[in-house]
């Protein structure tokens, strides 16, 4: 099915009666008064199973979504969450609404039917969907939960081939649509993660993929080549958000992979699991970043030179004068979400800062597996003070690692009272965290 194509009202956009014909008076009250803080629910005995700072709490507002990526809410309280494709699960978007005033969805909305998706946002009047390749907004009308008309396609013809084709976006003010372009392989080799394989130089990736493109939100039929790419040299930006209070641009990109499996003779096992950092940038217009030719090493505290560039795991060659991060944090946890914390709802030490949720690692071994978690970088200024802290965990259960944990967290969203909301691709759950 076409992306231009795709009907709200198709049955990936049925919903309940409710929905179909509108919302009473009585439950427009009810979640208005929940939007203004005037109606607090209550959490889980057990807080749906997250570990938390002491005075905050957690609720379970839906559960067996499928494989929910970013989400969004809106200042009435509705819920917006893209959904990837699974194996028995179809991707699209899932909408959630209280009219209950107790924080569990108990209405829900499915439409967009035509492939899975990882990137959402909100725009005026408008919802935006991020397609591994294309960018789409809907039109949202007041009072309902799922859209009448048809899709408007604002990007199309995304590179989506090869690895990292998720498409995470970020919506600013002023009209621009920020996307990123995951690369096509792991380091840029001629024959991809294969051992000893020398790096293309320089690599034909970074054209088309590895960064960010910024285009006008508000036009529609765009392609790539209307775009400005933004900044390039980053290898998968999926944690990818706006400052709401700047206007600054961040992301955490996904490292590379397999440096022991690749080049045995210059990295030991563990050395494999622990390098490179997953790196934490000010993304700004113009800036080059390193990958392919380089790597961030936590314990040297710099950029190193790739081996596929003729590194030898300390050498920093070409990467002298690259952008190094604002921060750096453990290798291969997976930045999978980003947002700059601007609420007040959690309590003012939070105000102003990052919180990144860590979808969890899977090739550590023989290391134990990691991630699988919510960070929170304390901001000065606008900017990362240099420390992080684990906010919050207890997503995987009992058996960390990709196949075996419960959840994985995905996506991370502001309520309208600053209530902080948590996505989980794996369990399909989507947590309320709020203060005690």
């Given at each position: 099915m076409e992306e231009s194509s795709v009907s709200a009202t198709s049955p990936w956009a049925r919903s309940t009666g409710l929905v179909r014909n509108g919302v009473t008076a009585a439950a427009i009250a009810v979640m208005a008064a929940a939007a203004s803080g005037q109606a607090q629910p209550a959490c889980d005995p057990g807080d749906g199973g997250l570990r938390l700072p002491d005075g905050l709490c957690a609720l379970v507002v839906a559960d067996d979504v499928g494989r929910a990526r970013h989400l969004v809410v809106t200042e009435r309280g509705d819920i917006y969450v893209a959904l990837r494709d699974g194996r028995t699960t179809a991707g699209g978007i899932l909408a959630l609404r209280d009219t209950t005033g107790d924080?569990?969805?108990?209405?829900?909305?499915?439409?967009?039917?035509?492939?899975?998706?990882?990137?959402?946002?909100?725009?005026?009047?408008?919802?935006?969907?991020?397609?591994?390749?294309?960018?789409?907004?809907?039109?949202?009308?007041?009072?309902?939960?799922?859209?009448?008309?048809?899709?408007?396609?604002?990007?199309?013809?995304?590179?989506?081939?090869?690895?990292?084709?998720?498409?995470?976006?970020?919506?600013?003010?002023?009209?621009?649509?920020?996307?990123?372009?995951?690369?096509?392989?792991?380091?840029?080799?001629?024959?991809?993660?294969?051992?000893?394989?020398?790096?293309?130089?320089?690599?034909?990736?970074?054209?088309?993929?590895?960064?960010?493109?910024?285009?006008?939100?508000?036009?529609?039929?765009?392609?790539?080549?209307?775009?400005?790419?933004?900044?390039?040299?980053?290898?998968?930006?999926?944690?990818?958000?706006?400052?709401?209070?700047?206007?600054?641009?961040?992301?955490?990109?996904?490292?590379?992979?397999?440096?022991?499996?690749?080049?045995?003779?210059?990295?030991?096992?563990?050395?494999?699991?622990?390098l490179p950092s997953e790196e934490f940038h000010r993304i700004e217009r113009g800036g080059v970043h390193s990958w392919p030719y380089c790597y961030h090493d936590r314990e040297l505290g710099r950029l190193v030179l790739a081996p596929?560039?003729?590194?030898?795991?300390?050498?920093?060659?070409?990467?002298?004068?690259?952008?190094?991060?604002?921060?750096?944090?453990?290798?291969?946890?997976?930045?999978?979400?980003?947002?700059?914390?601007?609420?007040?709802?959690?309590?003012?030490?939070?105000?102003?800062?990052?919180?990144?949720?860590?979808?969890?690692?899977?090739?550590r071994a023989p290391l134990p597996q990691q991630g699988y978690n919510v960070v929170f970088v304390p901001f000065e200024d606008g900017r990362p003070l240099g420390s992080w802290e684990v906010f919050a965990d207890g997503f995987a259960g009992e058996d960390v690692g990709p196949r075996s944990a419960d959840h994985r967290p995905s996506g991370l969203a502001v309520g309208p009272d600053g209530s902080l909301y948590v996505a989980d691709d794996q369990g399909g759950r989507i947590w309320r965290i709020l203060p005690r």
């Open positions: 924080g569990r969805a108990d209405v829900r909305g499915r439409f967009e039917g035509s492939g899975g998706g990882t990137g959402i946002g909100l725009l005026d009047d408008h919802l935006y969907f991020g397609h591994d390749g294309a960018v789409l907004r809907y039109r949202l009308r007041s009072g309902r939960l799922v859209p009448l008309d048809d899709p408007e396609v604002v990007v199309a013809d995304l590179p989506s081939a090869g690895s990292h084709a998720a498409k995470s976006i970020a919506l600013g003010a002023n009209g621009s649509l920020f996307v990123n372009v995951g690369s096509l392989s792991n380091s840029c080799q001629g024959d991809d993660r294969a051992p000893g394989s020398a790096g293309k130089d320089p690599c034909p990736e970074l054209e088309r993929r590895a960064g960010v493109w910024r285009f006008e939100a508000n036009k529609l039929g765009q392609t790539q080549a209307d775009g400005e790419r933004w900044a390039s040299g980053l290898r998968n930006t999926v944690a990818l958000a706006l400052d709401p209070g700047s206007g600054d641009l961040f992301g955490v990109v996904h490292g590379r992979d397999q440096l022991h499996q690749s080049w045995g003779d210059l990295y030991s096992e563990r050395e494999g699991a622990e596929e560039y003729g590194g030898d795991g300390e050498t920093a060659g070409r990467c002298v004068g690259h952008r190094e991060p604002l921060l750096a944090f453990p290798a291969h946890w997976a930045p999978n979400a980003l947002l700059i914390y601007r609420g007040s709802g959690l309590g003012d030490r939070y105000r102003g800062g990052a919180f990144i949720a860590f979808h969890g690692s899977w090739n």
